[in-house]
């Protein structure tokens, strides 16, 4: 059963950082491209960032371009969102997604509130 | 990377049928056929109904089904469920490695 697990998420300051992780099982991990997607609370999905099966190749959304950093380490199965400078507007849930150009598969997401 | 454009909610009846769209731009949907259809209950994850503007993914019935001219996507949801009432977000490749949403459609079963 394919699983993806997302934790490190939390409440902090503006101006802070936060690392974000997805861990991956029952399915090549290595083998697939992988997302993040957010939700603020109340709202629609906000593509973020994605990631190619071997790490070489990255896509940001403009709002968080030079602040959010995709990464992953295939082998421990695991997906990262290195976040830094948060605002509040990043206040969301993080869901991690496998796919390409389509997630069939997604987390339950992690929750990382921004608030003073 | 503007949003795609999806209108805030849609309905019918039971057994009715339902069409959602989704206006994008040259720049996305209307260049690439990486149209992808989300279905999200309350308090869940979203679930993938439809990938390349019109295929299936296994399990989803094919009461779904998609379409694309220009820069517009639509998603048809024919005899229309109970369980068919959620919100439905579109999404599309928008090139440079981007992908771009829609604001999503909140479609309820009357």
């Known amino acids: 059963e394919v699983q993806l697990v997302e934790s490190g998420g939390g409440l902090l300051q503006p101006g802070g950082s936060l690392r974000l992780s997805c861990t991956g099982s029952?399915?090549?991990?290595?083998?697939?491209?992988m997302h993040w997607v957010r939700q603020a609370p109340g709202k629609g999905l906000l593509w973020v960032s994605r990631?190619?099966?071997?790490?070489?190749?990255?896509g940001y959304a403009d709002s968080v371009k030079g602040r959010f950093t995709i990464s992953r380490d295939n082998a421990k199965n695991t997906l990262y969102l290195q976040m830094n400078s948060l605002r509040a507007e990043d206040t969301a849930v993080y869901y991690c997604?496998?796919?390409?150009?389509?997630?069939?598969?997604w987390g339950q997401g992690t929750l990382v509130t921004v608030s003073a | 990377q503007s949003a795609l454009t999806q209108p805030p909610s849609a309905s019918g009846s039971p057994g009715q049928s339902v069409t959602i769209s989704c206006t994008g731009s040259?720049?996305?949907?209307?260049?690439?056929?990486?149209v992808s259809w989300y279905q999200q209950h309350p308090g869940r994850a979203p679930k993938l109904m439809i990938y390349?503007?019109?295929k299936w993914p296994s399990g989803v019935p094919d009461r779904f089904s998609g379409s694309k001219s220009g820069n517009t996507a639509s998603l048809t949801v024919s005899g229309l469920q109970a369980e068919d009432e959620a919100d439905y977000y579109c999404?599309?490749?928008?090139?440079?490695?981007?992908?771009?949403f829609g604001g999503g459609t909140k479609l309820t079963v009357l």
């Open positions: 997604a496998r796919g390409n150009m389509a997630s069939e598969y």
């Open positions: 029952g399915f090549t991990f290595s083998s697939y491209w």
């Open positions: 990631i190619n099966s071997d790490g070489t190749t990255t």
């Open positions: 040259s720049s996305d949907v209307g260049s690439y056929d990486y």
């Open positions: 390349e503007v019109n």
């Open positions: 999404s599309s490749y928008a090139g440079r490695n981007t992908l771009v």
